[in-house]
């Protein structure tokens, strides 16, 4: 109850968040970035608790960019080991939860034993039907619109498609998302005010929310903070608002 009365009955079918922060994080206390990720991870377990807990239907976090390859290979080693330690270490209570789990991105860049782990997770909780957890892992949304439009485009040069079919809702079917719904609620922890490449077809009208907090310090009491400002927010999708129409 008390949740609810925080949240207020606009809870957001899908929140989508960019980590962002954990190298500023550690430099603070003067630690190598790799602890920053570490303690990220810390706040990627409690952040899907908190979620499950609240109820929220979809959770997508951007946990790596396709423009993070251009990081030092020491830290993008760290970053890989992590991603495997977060499977081994979760994937028994994400289950648990009922989790759905999906992974969007590349894929193909990535060592073939994370692949085999990220196949392994999605199938191992394709029949679950709790919270739709998601990991941008590898991903661009740059990339992900231009493959959906070569997919089309060779559809219409094989005669197969007739490009005046082609609508947003055709288009939306071929991105990595086609299976969830649209964000409602975009955040972005440590200050930035910039969306680096996540999710840009889906965030068309989703409410942007920037925190000073980095990612490692995000906590369940920030994602209800967070909930409780996306129910204050009116939105219009283009439209007026109830009270210019009446
Ligand atoms: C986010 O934290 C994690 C990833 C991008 C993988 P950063 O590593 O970008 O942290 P800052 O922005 O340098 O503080
Ligand atoms: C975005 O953060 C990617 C993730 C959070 C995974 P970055 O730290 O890579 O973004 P920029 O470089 O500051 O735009
Ligand atoms: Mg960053």
Redesign the pocket.
């Known amino acids: 109850m008390a949740l609810e009365d925080k949240t207020g009955p606009h809870l957001p079918s899908h929140v989508a968040i960019?980590?962002?922060?954990n190298?500023r994080w550690a430099r603070k206390r003067l630690l190598p970035r790799e602890a920053g990720h570490y303690a990220g991870m810390g706040a990627v377990r409690e952040t899907v608790r908190a979620a499950c807990d609240i109820g929220l239907q979809n959770l997508t976090l951007?946990?790596?960019?396709s423009?993070?390859w251009k990081r030092p290979k020491t830290e993008v080693g760290a970053l890989m080991g992590l991603f495997r330690a977060y499977f081994r270490s979760d994937m028994d209570e994400l289950v648990d939860r009922n989790i759905r789990m999906r992974i969007i991105g590349h894929r193909g860049r990535v060592a073939n034993d994370i692949q085999q782990m990220i196949e392994e997770s999605e199938k191992r909780t394709i029949n679950n039907t709790g919270m739709n957890l998601t990991f941008?892992f590898d991903?661009g949304g740059q990339e992900e619109i231009v493959a959906a439009t070569r997919e089309l485009a060779r559809a219409a040069a094989d005669g197969r498609l007739d490009p005046e079919t082609i609508t947003p809702e055709l288009f939306a079917s071929r991105l990595f998302t086609s299976a969830l719904p649209s964000p409602d609620l975009v955040i972005?922890t440590?200050g930035?005010h910039?969306l680096?490449?996540?999710l840009l077809w889906q965030s068309a009208y989703a409410e942007l929310l920037f925190l000073d907090t980095l990612?490692p310090d995000f906590d369940r009491a920030a994602l209800e903070s967070a909930l409780a400002q996306f129910g204050g927010r009116e939105r219009r999708f283009g439209a007026l608002d109830s009270e210019a129409v009446a």
């Not at 960019?18 to 922060?21: E, N, S, V």
């Open positions: 960019i980590m962002d922060g190298g951007f946990a790596f960019s423009e993070n941008a991903y972005r440590s930035e910039r680096s490449n996540f990612w």
